[in-house]
């Protein structure tokens, strides 16, 4: 009866460790990995995207871009954080992957400098290291930024962060927790603008719930996503950051060995094509009107003449 | 395991301890949202199951329905709730007393209507009202049972009360939301500690009612 049950639980440990072992992304492994050819029509590429809807739509636009081009693409959408998505991607799991590039900058490297967009760039490459590469990075930014509401900003004349003074000696912001602990939080406020700032932690990351305190006057200013419909929809103020505390995130497409020069033309052409106003138009269509990434991107590259 | 110490070092930390917002505060708050949600959850659920036990009508209907409550996403009903009200205490503590009220309601009635439907007759017999059968009868007969239902409330309570802290009231959930999106698992694993910590408390306290209840019944 003991070694039974000792071969039951054995038996259990086994699948459970075969579980574990088991790469949830191995169907994309498996796909054939033929050498980049000419015609680039045999190149299985895997395009991953975060979870995160809006770069889940940056993610559909390469892939039906690409598609449109010979490439056969594996989708890998809707993957939570960087660190479960970057080493698939330095082990050439995933190809192509719509990044944001002060983040990522400072995700790898910590101790970086770099504070305006060109800066940023210039830092990409050597920092993604030898199997990765950057390509060219949009004219689309997606970053945090500091919001008020429109009677506020006519009361008070408020236009840039340092406006933010005129409200009052402490300064209230909504965002999710995790700001207190950015540098564009609190100590950079304190540092660059000279402003007393606590944080009302609201964790939906600048969502809803954010801009309804903002609105009540919970808080006098918030933390929303620069590519954010809500900020236009309800009638926010962005106030400019001229003293470049907030990293620019500009989106840009991280590709593997595997893109060839074929595959990253295709890409930055939808790059090119992608301002900050088309990206909040395309966030616009799936929080207001629950259209998927796939019709989104179908749209947007035919409206574009990408897919002709 | 190295997580672990490192998680009872974020807790030992007189700097994480300390203050407003420390862990000793939040803890505060963490165990004064918990007895409140089961509180208002017993103010709405005691007298309703006592009614429905009493009589036995609506029964269908009273668990159907707590059923059903005890089936929402607490994290729908707050940003629901939020979006109506704004941020602060009162969206979670709706979504709270949600969560708690199946419990008690099911440990009220069902407490009294475990009781011998012959002890009930006795005590009409010797001329009680109906009045006097259910607070002479029914409510001390049926009370290890109630006490159990605020014990299973109060621990699903304690756990999901960490919710607050997404619309910016506090509790122990700043830790967790602040310790997952800085990748800071330490300060996770404490703020999870002491939440069992505060279960297994809640726990021992309910465990000395339930006997002190059931001592009683015997030398009645």
């Known amino acids: 009866m003991k070694t039974r049950i000792a071969?039951?639980?054995?038996a259990g440990a086994l699948a459970l460790s075969a579980c574990a072992s088991s790469n949830p992304l191995g169907s994309a492994s498996a796909a054939p990995s033929g050498s980049p050819t000419a015609g680039g029509a045999t190149t299985t590429l895997v395009v991953g995207s975060q979870q995160y809807y809006s770069n889940e739509i940056i993610a559909e636009l390469y892939a039906q871009a690409l598609e449109h081009n010979g490439f056969t693409i594996t989708r890998q959408y809707q993957i939570g954080q960087r660190e479960v998505y970057l080493p698939e991607l330095q082990s050439g799991k995933i190809d192509v992957f719509p990044e944001y590039s002060g983040n990522l900058l400072q995700y790898l490297d910590k101790t970086s400098t770099a504070k305006t967009a060109a800066e940023v760039n210039a830092a990409l490459p050597a920092a993604l290291g030898s199997a990765l590469r950057p390509l060219t990075a949009a004219a689309a930014a997606d970053q945090d930024s500091y919001n008020v509401t429109k009677a506020?900003?006519?009361k008070y004349g408020l236009a840039t962060i340092a406006d933010l003074a005129k409200v009052g000696d402490s300064i209230k912001v909504c965002a999710n927790s995790e700001l207190e602990k950015r540098p564009y939080g609190p100590t950079g406020l304190k540092n660059d603008?000279?402003?007393n700032v606590e944080v009302i932690p609201v964790e939906d990351s600048g969502g809803p719930l954010t801009v309804k305190a903002l609105k009540d006057g919970k808080c006098d200013t918030a933390d929303i996503y620069s590519a954010d419909p809500s900020i236009a929809s309800n009638d926010l103020v962005t106030l400019s950051d001229p003293k470049a505390l907030i990293l620019p995130q500009n989106v840009v497409p991280v590709v593997s060995a595997k893109v060839n020069e074929q595959a990253a033309a295709v890409i930055d052409k939808v790059g090119a094509a992608l301002s900050t106003d088309e990206l909040v138009a395309l966030n616009?269509?799936?929080?207001?009107e629950q259209q998927s990434s796939a019709v989104i991107a179908k749209g947007w590259l035919t409206a574009k003449g990408l897919l002709s | 395991m190295n997580y672990f110490t490192q998680a009872l070092a974020w807790i030992a930390d007189p700097e994480n301890l300390h203050g407003d917002g420390g862990l000793l505060a939040r803890s505060w708050?963490?165990?004064?949202?918990?007895?409140?949600a089961v509180l208002v959850a017993s103010v709405i659920a005691?007298?309703?199951?006592?009614?429905?036990?009493h009589t036995g009508r609506g029964r269908g209907l009273v668990v159907a329905t707590s059923g059903a409550a005890r089936a929402l996403p607490t994290l729908g009903v707050v940003t629901l709730v939020g979006l109506?009200?704004?941020?602060?205490?009162?969206?979670p503590m709706v979504a709270l007393v949600l969560l708690a009220v199946p419990s008690v309601l099911a440990g009220a009635y069902a407490g009294v209507e475990a009781i011998d439907p012959r002890t009930k007759d006795a005590a009409r017999s010797m001329g009680m009202s109906e009045w006097q059968v259910l607070t002479k009868v029914e409510i001390p007969l049926g009370l290890p049972l109630l006490i159990g239902g605020l014990r299973s409330a109060t621990l699903q309570v304690v756990a999901t009360a960490t919710?607050?802290?997404y619309v910016g009231a506090g509790g122990l959930g700043r830790f967790l939301f602040l310790g997952l999106k800085t990748q800071d698992y330490p300060q996770m694993l404490a703020a999870a500690l002491l939440v069992m910590v505060i279960a297994l408390i809640l726990e021992g306290a309910y465990e000395l009612a339930e006997r002190q209840a059931a001592q009683r019944l015997r030398t009645h």
């Open chain 2, 84 to 91: 109506i009200f704004g941020i602060g205490l009162f969206a």
């Open chain 1, 7 to 10: 071969a039951v639980l054995m």
């Open chain 2, 163 to 165: 919710l607050a802290a």
């Open chain 2, 29 to 36: 708050e963490q165990i004064w949202y918990t007895l409140l």
């Open chain 1, 193 to 195: 603008y000279g402003l």
């Open chain 1, 152 to 154: 506020n900003a006519d």
């Open chain 2, 46 to 53: 005691i007298p309703l199951g006592y009614l429905v036990g």
């Open chain 1, 284 to 288: 616009a269509l799936s929080v207001a």
